[in-house]
């Protein structure tokens, strides 16, 4: 069965510094996997997604993330964090076939950023 | 294009009844999920629907039954509600062959 392991459940940064949330996952198969954030009591949003190819991947609001199979790993990274960014950030992997598929979340860390 | 929206957005119910969640896909999706997210918790994958029929199903018991209709909107339904089964549920919607998914606001359950 699949896993996703957010070692970090609070981190705290400084507005305009740079951010890298650490995911880790475990999958038999060539994973798709992706980055969600949520607001206090909203959904979640969709930052940005692996699916194959290009290992280094763009998100919206200035995110990215790099697949490293190597270490089976998903890190999110932002070079300059600003306020609004305070958020619960979850990582999920993608499990399943014929297209069809369930998400698997870790944790969540939950990112305060100080003004 | 409306997005995924999810009725009501809270509701608070007692021990041992029952309830239903709804939830309208984004115009064009084929697909449903329905996840259950405790406080504190990330999302759990509770079941998904395709074609009006359950397609995969998480570690949750039969008191948990879906509907997906011919709009292809959904519905969550919980029998003898328990305690535990307090927590935030979020719907997705997807179109089958393409893999990212679009999440709800979610419903606030509240058991007492």
């Known amino acids: 069965a699949q896993s996703v392991t957010q070692p970090d459940i609070h981190i705290t940064v400084s507005e305009g510094a740079s951010l890298e949330l650490r995911c880790n996952y475990s999958?038999?198969?060539?994973?798709?996997l992706f980055w969600y954030v949520q607001s206090p009591g909203q959904g979640l949003q969709l930052l940005l997604k692996?699916?194959?190819?290009?290992?280094l991947v763009q998100g919206i609001k200035g995110f990215e993330a790099e697949f490293k199979r190597s270490q089976s790993s998903f890190n999110l990274r932002k070079p300059s964090v600003h306020w609004s960014d305070a958020a619960e950030y979850f990582c999920a992997v993608g499990a399943g076939g014929a297209g069809s598929y369930q998400l698997t979340f870790g944790k969540g860390t939950k990112l305060s950023v100080i003004p | 294009e409306t997005g995924v929206t999810q009725s009501p957005t809270h509701l608070i119910k007692t021990r041992g009844q029952q309830v239903t969640l709804r939830c309208s896909s984004q115009?064009?999706?084929?697909?449903v999920s329905w996840y259950q997210q405790a406080l504190g918790q990330g999302p759990q994958f509770i079941f998904q629907?395709?074609?009006?029929?359950?397609?995969g199903r998480g570690n949750f018991p039969p008191r948990f039954s879906g509907l997906q209709f011919p709009n292809y909107s959904s519905e969550l339904n919980v029998n003898a509600l328990e305690l535990d089964d307090s927590a935030l549920y979020l719907c997705a919607s997807s179109v089958r062959g393409v893999t990212e998914a679009f999440f709800g606001q979610g419903t606030r359950l509240t058991v007492v």
């Open positions: 629907y395709y074609r009006e029929e359950e397609n």
């Open positions: 999958y038999g198969a060539t994973p798709y």
């Open positions: 115009s064009g999706h084929n697909t």
């Open positions: 692996y699916f194959s190819g290009d290992t």
